[in-house]
């Protein structure tokens, strides 16, 4: 198990109780190999984080069932303060979020016939333009509005380590993208697209409120109104495209 017995000394390294969200500074003792045992924690007097002895399945069900405690260990205790500034572990993360949004606006916001091969190369460009620039100023736009959301509305302080740490949850908690990746196998509606990103939109809040500890309407509002802009960013400039090229 990657995660390792805090400290008092360990000033920088902050547990939480996957319980209450309290601040702990042990999660467990190792008396020997395989002998441990759970710290509880001083607020709600539960285990800590039962999630260490665990098995990795357990915590990817109850991640997809949205349980909070789950982020909890997930953001605080199981990612180390050096894995959350990791910044080709972002840059990877980035990439592949990237990918699998620029396949839903191609599943999304073009037809059939845009999606099947194209007449001439030159058709091929725009198709790709088209996607390119719908994910860079769509991401754009969505990452703008979380960060500023964050700092107006949840009282959250903005600075460089603070943005990758909400960027890396964001990222994280977007872990339903990955199912776009069967539409790329079988045949699936664009209407699947839409119930993915409701349920990315949901952890996306979760998440948000695990991070800064605040009110969780004003996690989903902020969300939403990401999710929303960055869809109407996408639709507006395939509608503009359209009547240029018309």
């Given at each position: 198990?990657?995660?390792?017995?805090?400290?008092?000394?360990?000033?920088?390294?902050?547990?939480?109780?996957?319980?209450?969200?309290?601040?702990?500074?042990?999660?467990?003792?190792?008396?020997?190999?395989?002998?441990?045992?759970?710290?509880?924690?001083?607020?709600?007097?539960?285990?800590?984080?039962?999630?260490?002895?665990?098995?990795?399945?357990?915590?990817?069900?109850?991640?997809i069932l949205h349980k909070i405690k789950a982020y909890r260990h997930l953001f605080y205790n199981r990612f180390s303060r050096e894995t959350l500034h990791n910044e080709v572990l972002l840059w990877k993360l980035s990439l592949?979020?990237?990918?699998?949004?620029?396949?839903?606006?191609?599943?999304?916001?073009?037809?059939?016939?845009?999606?099947?091969?194209?007449?001439?190369?030159?058709?091929?460009?725009?198709?790709?333009?088209?996607?390119?620039?719908?994910?860079?100023?769509?991401?754009?736009?969505?990452?703008?509005?979380?960060?500023?959301?964050?700092?107006?509305?949840?009282?959250?302080?903005?600075?460089?380590?603070?943005?990758?740490?909400?960027?890396?949850?964001?990222?994280?908690?977007?872990?339903?993208?990955?199912?776009?990746?069967?539409?790329?196998?079988?045949?699936?509606?664009?209407?699947?697209?839409?119930?993915?990103?409701?349920?990315?939109?949901?952890?996306?809040?979760?998440?948000?409120?695990?991070?800064?500890?605040?009110?969780?309407?004003?996690?989903?509002?902020?969300?939403?109104?990401?999710?929303?802009?960055?869809?109407?960013?996408?639709?507006?400039?395939?509608?503009?495209?359209?009547?240029?090229?018309?």
């Amino acid at each position: 198990m990657a995660i390792k017995c805090g400290t008092e000394s360990e000033k920088e390294i902050s547990f939480r109780c996957v319980q209450c969200g309290f601040s702990v500074t042990t999660l467990y003792i190792q008396y020997s190999p395989g002998n441990i045992r759970l710290m509880k924690c001083g607020n709600c007097k539960a285990v800590a984080d039962e999630y260490i002895e665990c098995e990795l399945m357990i915590l990817v069900i109850d991640l997809i069932l949205h349980k909070i405690k789950a982020y909890r260990h997930l953001f605080y205790n199981r990612f180390s303060r050096e894995t959350l500034h990791n910044e080709v572990l972002l840059w990877k993360l980035s990439l592949g979020f990237l990918i699998l949004d620029a396949y839903q606006m191609l599943a999304v916001c073009t037809t059939q016939d845009e999606r099947s091969l194209p007449a001439s190369f030159a058709s091929f460009l725009g198709l790709c333009g088209k996607v390119l620039m719908g994910v860079f100023f769509g991401n754009l736009m969505f990452l703008g509005i979380i960060l500023f959301g964050t700092r107006k509305f949840l009282n959250a302080k903005i600075g460089d380590s603070r943005c990758k740490h909400i960027l890396l949850s964001i990222l994280i908690s977007s872990y339903f993208e990955i199912f776009v990746i069967a539409m790329m196998v079988w045949e699936f509606p664009s209407s699947v697209v839409f119930i993915i990103k409701m349920f990315v939109l949901s952890s996306n809040a979760l998440a948000l409120l695990v991070i800064t500890d605040a009110v969780m309407i004003r996690c989903i509002w902020i969300c939403f109104a990401a999710h929303a802009m960055k869809f109407l960013v996408t639709q507006g400039l395939g509608a503009y495209q359209k009547l240029v090229l018309w």
